[in-house]
């Protein structure tokens, strides 16, 4: 270690009393005591030859050094954090984030054939409600995710292409009545929107040229595709869906399409991972498991606008 570091033990001391907040809690989370927090801040201090902390009465203030010594050690530490998992999980093991609707519908069932396939390689799977799908491999503790990508990833990213969003809208059948609806009993029906920002049924209703007839300002708001698919199930309206993740539905009769129009959102599911991940085996037969048991977009008398 350079001599012109400061200690490390004084680092992470100070990193844990800027993220509490308090010495004394820093003290709690590290284990150690206050007076050592203190102690270890002091040599910090000397080290860089400025204060990182103020005193603004009974609360702990950082100076505008601290601030931004605090933001670096904060992803500095995070990464050192995530190599240590990763290290200690085994090249067998991958650390996967994916959307919940997606883990829900589709990757759930294709994880637990793998394990039972590749008993060596584990998957630690984490479902995230993401608005808009993204992953930092920088600062979250993952090694790969399944994201629905609109473009293609940067440069520093490996990406594997598994298939496409195609909207559709869904519904309750209606006592066993699944003949296409025309276009009033659409504009008369309550519709449910699986993101607040409205974007699935706007862009179908864009692309299907009713935007103007169909009133798609109003309607109710709910922040998953998967609770949308749920609602409209139930019989609460008419939801956006992934034409790709409903097929079990539609086969069984619980779910119908009042208008057989499918629009491609533009969006596909990627798998992706880190460049500097490399191809370790756990990833070669993830890659080609998932492959294989994509779900299937193919469903009769479906228009598709692409």
Known sequence: MSSRM???YALRAFEAAARCGSFTLAADSLNITQSAVSRHVKTLEQSLGCKVFERKGSRLALTEPGRLL?????LGFRIIENACVAVGAGSGSLRLKAPSTLTVRWLLGVLE???QAFPDHRIQLTSAW???DAVDFHAEPFDCAILLCHGEPDSEIESLRLFDEWLVPVCMPQSGDDRPWPIERLQAAELIHPSRDRRDWKRWLERTGHAESVPWQRGKLFDTLELGISAAAQGHGVSMADLSLIGPEL????LMMPVRTAVRSGGSYHLIWPR??????ALHHLKGYLRERLPSADAADVLRLD
């Open 251 to 254: 086969t069984r009769g619980t």
């Open 276 to 281: 500097h991940l490399g191809e370790s085996r």
């Open 113 to 115: 054939g793998y394990h």
């Open 70 to 74: 605090a933001e670096e050690l904060k």
């Open 130 to 132: 993401m608005d808009v």
């Open 6 to 8: 400061p200690p490390l």
